[in-house]
């Protein structure tokens, strides 16, 4: 079992910038890769940024340029560091891990609000 905790959402001004935590305790050597994604009101669930095990990286379109991905495996922890904050980038952000055997656990979510 994976258990992921999510940290470090809020409330924050256009332009301003914001860092997501993500813990991950449990069977941690199951994880092949940890990503955020996020779902507005009214739209679906989408992928914000993923790292791979290897270092692999990819970002949606919307945030490239802007947000940041990282893990420090020290602490099991993974971070998605978000600058230059929109209005549209409000939203519940999910912490997610994927894991062997095509298994994925999500975390619970933590709100991000973008004010204009």
């Known amino acids: 079992q994976v258990r992921l905790v999510e940290s470090g959402g809020g409330l924050v001004q256009a332009g301003g910038s914001l860092r997501l935590s993500c813990v991950a305790s449990?069977?941690?050597?199951?994880?092949?890769?940890m990503g955020w994604y996020r779902q507005a009101p009214g739209r679906q669930r989408e992928l914000v940024a993923a790292n791979t095990n290897s270092g692999r990286t990819n970002y949606a379109d919307s945030v490239k340029g802007r947000c940041t991905i990282s893990r420090v495996n020290a602490n099991n922890t993974a971070y998605l560091q978000m600058n230059s904050l929109k209005p549209e980038d409000t939203a519940v952000y999910y912490c997610n891990a994927r894991l062997n055997w095509g298994l994925e656990v999500w975390g619970q979510g933590t709100l991000v609000t973008v004010s204009s």
């Open positions: 449990g069977s941690i050597s199951m994880i092949n890769a």
